[in-house]
C-alpha cells in the first residue's frame, strides 16, 4: 500500500517557491529535500493543506494566498525610529535586516527606509502580504517513530539533537 501524506507523516519535499512577478524566492534545488513533520505546522498552513494526503512521486502546483502563508502586512509592526537608535552602525540602508528583542521574542526587523534622522523599520515577515507559488514534488513519506510524535519534530538521518 503507497502511504499517502497525513497526521505524523515524516515527508520530504522538493520545492521552488516563487512571487507573483515569477521571482524565485526561494528553492530546494541543488541541495537536500525539505523534510518536516505533518501536522505540526512545520510549514506554512496553505502548503501543509495541499500536502494533505498527497503520495511519493505527486508533482503539483499550489498558490497560496498571504492568509494560509505568512500573513497580511500588520501595519503596526511599521515603525519610524531616531537614527540615534542604531549606535555602532555606520550606514543604515533599506533592505539592511537585523534582530531585535521584542516582546514576542525575536523579530526580525527590516530597514525600510531612512528620512533625514528618522529610520523606518518594518517588522514583518519578509514575505507577509504575498501570495506564493509552489513548484512541489514529493520526495518521500514515511510514519514519524514515537519518539518524533513525542517531541514534534524530525530526527533526520539520526541526528538527535534535543531542545
Ligand atoms: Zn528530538
Redesign the pocket.
Known sequence: MTMTIGKNSVVEIHYTLKNDGGEVLDSSEGSEPLMYLHGTHGLIQGLENELQGKKIGDKFKAVIPPELAYGEIDPDLIHSIDKSMFRGVDKIEPGMTFTAEGEHGHQHITVKAVEGDKVIIDGNHEMAGQTLHFDVEVVSVRAATE??ID?G?V?AHGD????
Open positions: 519518539e518524533e517531541h519534530h530526527h538527535h539533537h534535543h531542545h
